[in-house]
């Protein structure tokens, strides 16, 4: 079985300032790991995954993530938000060992201010 | 191309009710996942479908259920409707069971049950 923790349920940041939003997890298999956003009234949209290879991966919008394994850690990073970054940021895992079934984290609730 | 696609966007039943979900994965997408986003509780994995079959089940209770039909859309029918039921249901879909796909999602059914 696996978990996710998102440690912040509530980002508040101002426009321009960088943010890191937080996302630990437990599993006692190799996982995959992913970030997605969802803006209101709208389904999840995929920011970026990590499978292997590099720790750091880039996604879409500026975004990008760094997988730590022995802190078993995916955050999510952006040098310079923007207003259009509001939304919830979902961290998720899924074991390559088990197809279909990905775990979600609670979700964090970005809110750039102007 | 059509992303996925669910109706009805909004259903309103009362205790007691039965209510059907619909959703249309992506043309070509054979695995259908649904999972219920309960306020405050994030992504709660439901059911994945895959070729008709259901291959994997979320800690629901029986009165969760669905299907998939030969042309790969699904259903998800809720029995005996309950207070905490009420909740977005999001439907995603994926090429196959592959674990590294990212899940393309709909916009949701949000079902009330008052």
């Known amino acids: 079985a696996q978990s996710v923790t998102q440690l912040d349920s509530q980002v508040p940041v101002f426009e321009e300032a960088p943010v890191e939003l937080r996302c630990n997890y437990s599993?006692?298999?190799?996982?995959?790991l992913f970030w997605y956003v969802q803006y209101p009234n709208q389904g999840l949209q995929l920011l970026l995954k990590?499978?292997?290879?590099?720790?750091l991966v880039k996604g879409i919008n500026g975004f990008e993530a760094e997988f730590n394994k022995s802190q078993t850690s995916f955050h999510l990073r952006k040098p310079s938000v923007h207003i259009s970054d509001t939304a919830e940021y979902f961290c998720?895992?899924?074991?390559?060992?088990?197809?279909?079934?990905?775990?979600f984290g609670d979700g964090t609730t970005l809110t750039v201010k102007p | 191309e059509a992303g996925v696609t669910q109706s009805p966007t909004h259903l309103i039943k009362t205790r007691g009710q039965q209510a059907t979900l619909r959703c249309s994965p992506i043309?070509?997408?054979?695995?259908v996942y649904w999972y219920q986003q309960a306020l405050g509780l994030g992504l709660q994995f439901l059911l994945w479908?895959?070729?008709?079959?259901?291959?994997n089940r979320g800690n629901f209770p029986p009165r969760f259920s669905g299907r998939q039909f030969p042309n790969y859309s699904s259903e998800l029918n809720v029995n005996a409707l309950e207070l905490e039921d009420s909740a977005l249901y999001l439907c995603?879909?994926?090429?196959?069971?592959?674990?590294?796909?990212?899940?393309?999602f709909g916009s949701g059914t949000q079902l009330s049950v008052l």
């Open positions: 998720a895992v899924t074991p390559n060992t088990n197809a279909g079934k990905s775990t």
């Open positions: 990590y499978l292997s290879g590099s720790t």
């Open positions: 043309s070509g997408h054979t695995s």
């Open positions: 479908y895959d070729e008709g079959e259901e291959r």
């Open positions: 995603a879909s994926t090429p196959g069971g592959r674990t590294n796909e990212k899940l393309f």
């Open positions: 599993s006692s298999v190799s996982v995959y």
